[in-house]
């Protein structure tokens, strides 16, 4: 079993930034699917950016040249760089790994609040 624990969320003012971590433990692999989503009250939980297991990124569009998804696996820790914050990236942000095998996501961690205010 693998457990991920979500750090750095909090309050900024829009056009801020701010660093979230992921720290995986238990079982970890190095070249398996990785990601961030989130979920804002009333709406859909959304992919925000993802690392396949080629080591590309991917991101949603409306975070796109603003977000950027890395990778520290000798720290078994993910991160995602928040720059350029905008009200409307206010949710839950939640990390996600998936087993070795395929790319379906299967480990969540219990998220960590974003707040961006106007």
């Known amino acids: 079993q693998m457990q991920l624990v979500e750090s750095g969320g909090g309050s900024v003012q829009a056009g801020g930034s701010l660093r979230l971590s992921c720290v995986a433990s238990?079982?970890?692999?190095?070249?398996?699917?990785v990601g961030w989503f989130r979920q804002a009250p009333g709406k859909e939980r959304e992919g925000v950016g993802h690392?396949?297991?080629?080591?590309?990124?991917s991101y949603a569009d409306s975070v796109k040249g603003r977000f950027t998804i890395s990778r520290d696996n000798a720290k078994n820790t993910l991160y995602l760089q928040m720059n350029s914050l905008k009200p409307e990236d206010t949710a839950m942000y939640y990390c996600?790994?998936?087993?070795?095998?395929?790319?379906?996501?299967?480990?969540w961690g219990q998220g960590t609040q974003v707040t961006v205010s106007s």
């Open positions: 238990g079982y970890t692999y190095s070249d398996n699917c």
């Open positions: 996600a790994q998936s087993g070795w095998w395929n790319c379906t996501y299967m480990y």
């Open positions: 690392i396949d297991r080629r080591g590309s990124a």
